[in-house]
């Protein structure tokens, strides 16, 4: 960004204002002494077309400082969902559009980079962790061929075995974790369209309502969202689920009949690696990732006060849903 002088939105606005001004007195001026020496229609033809002209150019004036700044600041900040890193804007107009930009171009960068060092720790936390865990599964593989193992030389290697799987979930699930913030799922799905699938890949009995209303994600990530809270459900004991989905579009509500989340682990459901399940497989990086999910597309998930089982509130935020 050059560091040249740049006119103030007052200035501009004012000075428009007082231009347009300026040429109506100044128009009526030169055909009272114009139309006496070269008649009327001739003096209001010309004034008219100098009056043109110089609107036209406080126009392009008014374009060049202010609209087309605007448009480029708009068009840089929607490139920005798309992974790579955009041109930033060349033109700037006002000092406070200057100002405004150089925060967004700054803003951009700042996430950029977080979501790179995520991305970042997360392959090398995971790359250095795998071989040693690959190791440790081997060298109890060995073990386990060999002979004269006591029982509780067996029940060792068995637990050894079990975290190393436990150890191996967890890396997968850092790396689903990581690859959510970036998933995009744009686009637009309604719950009639998905209540085959699910119902026949969930053993529960599935009620929904406002099937019809149009929701702002696409059937992809509608089905991992879902998926995932279907089977917590199960998982809970639930037999029913009950999927409301908000007039407007922008919300939608999934609500069992199973046991429910207490009050002491409620607050925590969505932190990550929090689980009730560890000894039966959970990594408590589920919700977790729903939660990246949505908030990458404008929305947000939260745990909803029930008297019956779990309820769980999704809504998009600044979505404006279309049919």
Same mark, same amino acid.
């Given at each position: 960004?050059?560091?040249?002088?740049?006119?103030?939105?007052?200035?501009?606005?004012?000075?428009?204002?007082?231009?347009?001004l300026?040429?109506?007195?100044?128009?009526?001026?030169?055909?009272?002494?114009?139309?006496?020496?070269?008649?009327?229609?001739?003096?209001?033809?010309?004034?008219?077309?100098?009056?043109?002209?110089?609107?036209?150019?406080?126009?392009?004036?008014?374009?060049?400082?202010?609209?087309? @700044?605007?448009?480029?600041?708009?068009?840089?900040?929607k490139?920005?969902?798309?992974?790579?890193?955009?041109?930033?804007?060349?033109?700037?107009?006002?000092?406070?559009?200057?100002?405004?930009?150089?925060s967004?171009?700054?803003?951009?960068g700042?996430?950029?980079?977080?979501?790179?060092?995520?991305?970042?720790?997360?392959?090398h936390?995971t790359?250095?962790?795998?071989?040693?865990?690959?190791?440790?599964?081997?060298?109890?593989?060995?073990?386990?061929?060999g002979?004269?193992?006591?029982?509780?030389?067996?029940?060792?290697?068995?637990?050894?075995?079990?975290?190393?799987?436990?150890?191996?979930?967890?890396?997968a699930?850092?790396?689903?974790?990581?690859?959510?913030?970036?998933l995009?799922?744009?686009?637009?799905?309604?719950?009639?369209?998905?209540?085959?699938e699910?119902?026949?890949?969930? @053993?529960?009995?599935?009620?929904i309502?406002?099937?019809?209303?149009?929701? @702002?994600?696409?059937?992809?990530?509608?089905?991992?969202?879902?998926?995932?809270?279907l089977?917590?459900?199960?998982?809970?004991?639930?037999?029913?689920?009950?999927?409301?989905?908000?007039?407007?579009g922008?919300?939608l509500?999934?609500?069992?009949?199973?046991?429910?989340?207490s009050?002491?682990?409620?607050?925590?459901?969505?932190?990550?690696?929090?689980?009730?399940?560890?000894d039966?497989?959970?990594?408590g990086?589920?919700?977790?990732?729903?939660?990246?999910?949505l908030s990458?597309?404008?929305?947000?998930?939260?745990?909803?006060?029930?008297?019956?089982?779990?309820?769980?509130?999704?809504?998009?935020?600044?979505?404006?849903?279309?049919?």
């Open positions: 960004m050059s560091r040249r002088w740049r006119p103030s939105l007052g200035f501009v606005l004012g000075g428009a204002l007082a231009g347009t300026a040429l109506s007195f100044l128009g009526l001026i030169a055909l009272r002494y114009l139309g006496p020496e070269v008649g009327f229609r001739n003096a209001a033809m010309g004034l008219g077309l100098v009056i043109a002209t110089l609107t036209a150019l406080l126009g392009w004036l008014m374009v060049r400082l202010l609209l087309r @700044p605007i448009r480029a600041l708009e068009a840089y900040a490139a920005q969902k798309g992974g790579a890193a955009p041109p930033p804007p060349a033109h700037f107009g006002t000092r406070e559009l200057h100002t405004t930009a150089r967004v171009i700054a803003m951009a700042a996430l950029r980079d977080r979501e790179t060092r995520i991305r970042s720790f997360t392959d936390v790359h250095e962790l795998k071989t040693p865990v690959s190791a440790i599964r081997a060298a109890a593989e060995l073990l386990e061929d002979a004269g193992l006591s029982p509780e030389d067996t029940r060792l290697l068995a637990q050894i075995d079990g975290a190393c799987a436990q150890l191996e979930g967890q890396l699930t850092l790396r689903r974790a990581a690859q959510a913030r970036e995009r799922y744009d686009g637009m799905s309604r719950l009639n369209d998905l209540t085959n699910l119902r026949s890949q969930h @053993p529960l009995d599935i009620t309502n406002g099937g019809a209303v149009p929701l @702002p994600l696409a059937p992809e990530g509608m089905r991992v969202i879902l998926g995932h809270l089977n917590n459900a199960a998982q809970h004991g639930a037999t029913g689920v009950t999927l409301t989905a908000a007039q407007n922008t919300a509500t999934v609500q069992d009949n199973g046991r429910g989340i009050k002491g682990n409620a607050p925590h459901v969505f932190d990550p690696f929090f689980t009730t399940r560890r039966t497989g959970g990594t990086m589920g919700l977790a990732i729903l939660r990246n999910i990458t597309h404008g929305g947000q998930i939260m745990l909803a006060a029930t008297a019956e089982g779990a309820s769980f509130h999704i809504s998009f935020r600044g979505v404006t849903p279309q049919s």
